[in-house]
């Protein structure tokens, strides 16, 4: 394996480490949320919910959305919503905020994931694609 092809890994480890705890890092923080802004534990887990539907939903239009149009273009804007979502999160002044900025981050994993899988499936050794995108996928668990 090359440099390119393991700068590539690299990049895509770390980028789904990234979407993986993103995912997950919410809901040990849930009563601390829901202290802080005065809602109830099952209001708050709401922000578990829509992130996951948001992202169940868009995934698959972003695959095929990157197919047709390319997949610069997506990435690229999946990277900026997410750092947006985030701080948005970590800034939200209401509650209502805090949701709209997990829907956000929700579209914004939605769009980076699965793009991540195809480009590295697209840029793999023709006999290396499943080591390769499973070396990846361990980004996405280890975070997990």
Do not use: C
């Not at 169940?56 to 972003?62: E, H, L, N, R, V």
């Amino acid at each position: 394996m090359g440099l390119q092809g393991k700068v590539s890994l690299s990049v895509g480890w770390i980028t789904l480490f990234l979407m993986g705890t993103d995912l997950f890092v919410v809901s040990p923080l849930l009563p601390f949320i829901s202290e802080a802004y005065s809602v109830s534990s099952a209001m708050t887990g709401w922000m578990v919910t829509v992130f996951a539907v948001t992202y169940a939903i868009a995934a698959p239009f972003f695959g095929w959305a990157s197919d047709k149009n390319g997949r610069g273009i997506f990435i690229t804007f999946g990277l900026l919503l997410f750092s947006f979502s985030n701080a948005l999160t970590a800034f939200s002044p209401s509650f209502t905020w805090l949701i709209i900025s997990r829907i956000l981050a929700g579209l914004a994993v939605a769009a980076i994931t699965p793009l991540i899988y195809a480009i590295i499936g697209d840029i793999a050794p023709s006999n290396r694609r499943g080591t390769w995108l499973s070396i990846v996928v361990s980004g996405h668990l280890t975070a997990l």
